[in-house]
């Protein structure tokens, strides 16, 4: 089974600086995707950024990137000129292609992200 | 607006009551699923439907049980309610074959006393 590990529970970051979160996964597969997830306190779960394993260079979106480390099975998330709406939690999450056509998501456990003014 | 619908937001049951928990979606997804949410323990998966007439447990689905009326609906029951059991409950629906990541609910907080 995938196993996906956040060892940060909660980062802080000051507006406008850059904070970078931690992820790594377990898995015996050569494909499949990584995503990050962001929870505001809304509770609303909103996709930030995906990857695919396959594709070398790294996913960006505006101001948020990935390091995709394959070999080490590390997928961290970067978010540049942080921003008092960027506070949330972030979850990082794993899918494969061998649990059949339902390809689950598996998610760590989260880390907190507080922005400082 | 297309998406998940969850109902309720809130719930709060006793100790030994049931109750079902309702998803639907409107945007022809083939997948359903349900997680709960736990403090330090991330979404973690109770139920899964991969197509209409099909379901199948996930890492935690002892407790609960589940339906998949048609294509539209998936819901969650809960035949008597464990204070164990209290958490934020997701459903979300995908599109199979098409990575895209998951739609999610607004979720339900369910609180057993």
């Known amino acids: 089974a995938q196993t996906v590990t956040q060892s940060q529970p909660e980062m802080s970051v000051q507006e406008a600086e850059t904070v970078t979160l931690s992820c790594t996964y377990d898995?015996?597969?050569?494909?499949?995707?990584l995503f990050w997830y962001k929870q505001p306190p809304s509770r609303q779960m909103i996709l930030v950024i995906r990857?695919?394993?396959?594709?070398?260079q790294n996913a960006t979106e505006n101001r948020f990137s990935v390091n995709f480390q394959k070999a080490a099975k590390s997928f961290s998330l970067k978010i540049s000129d942080s921003q008092l709406g960027d506070a949330a939690m972030y979850f990082c999450?794993?899918?494969?292609?061998?649990?059949?056509?339902?390809?689950?998501?598996?998610f760590g456990s989260g880390t907190q992200l507080t922005v400082l003014p | 607006n297309a998406g998940v619908t969850q109902t309720p937001k809130f719930q709060v049951l006793k100790t030994g009551q049931s109750m079902t928990l309702q998803c639907a979606q409107d945007?022809?997804?083939?997948?359903m699923y349900w997680y709960r949410q736990d403090p330090g323990m991330g979404l973690r998966l109770i139920y899964y439907?991969?197509?209409?007439?099909?379901?199948d447990k996930g890492e935690v689905p002892n407790g609960y049980n589940v339906s998949r009326l048609n294509k539209r609906e998936f819901s969650l029951r809960l035949e008597s309610a464990a204070p164990s059991q209290t958490s934020v409950y997701f459903c979300?629906?995908?599109?199979?074959?098409?990575?895209?990541?998951?739609?999610f609910g607004s979720g339900t907080r369910l609180t057993v006393v």
């Open positions: 979300a629906s995908s599109e199979a074959g098409v990575i895209g990541g998951y739609t």
């Open positions: 898995t015996s597969e050569s494909d499949y995707y």
């Open positions: 990857q695919e394993a396959y594709k070398q």
């Open positions: 999450a794993y899918r494969g292609f061998s649990s059949g056509s339902a390809r689950q998501l598996t």
């Open positions: 945007m022809n997804h083939n997948s």
């Open positions: 439907s991969a197509s209409e007439g099909t379901t």
